[in-house]
């Protein structure tokens, strides 16, 4: 069974920093594609990073030199390094596993950022 766990989330205050996590079980981790997306109050699910098995980043052009996904293999771990945080990057944020040959979607329970003065 695939479990994706999420931690890292918290308060902060505007300019700050935070670093997520996302610890993947039960899956063989290096097949599968990986983002991290978020979701405000009263709006949808959005991308903010992905990263594919080669390495591959693409980002939401509103977190563009802020944000930086990565991920470890031997760990199991996608990260997503938040910098220069902003109201607006306020939302439940999300880790999805895709798999590479099947595109089965693998989701955790997300984490709250919350970033306000």
């Known amino acids: 069974q695939v479990q994706v766990v999420e931690s890292g989330g918290g308060l902060v205050q505007p300019g700050e920093s935070l670093t997520l996590s996302c610890v993947a079980s039960g899956t063989i981790f290096r097949s599968k594609n990986m983002g991290w997306y978020r979701q405000a109050n009263g709006k949808q699910r959005t991308m903010v990073a992905t990263i594919t098995t080669g390495g591959t980043t693409s980002y939401v052009d509103s977190v563009k030199g802020r944000f930086t996904i990565s991920r470890d293999n031997v760990k199991n771990t996608a990260y997503l390094q938040m910098t220069n945080l902003k109201p607006e990057d306020t939302a439940v944020y999300y880790c999805?596993?895709?798999?590479?040959?099947?595109?089965?979607?693998?989701w955790g329970q997300g984490t709250q950022v919350t970033v306000a003065s």
């Open positions: 999805q596993l895709q798999n590479i040959y099947d595109r089965r979607e693998y």
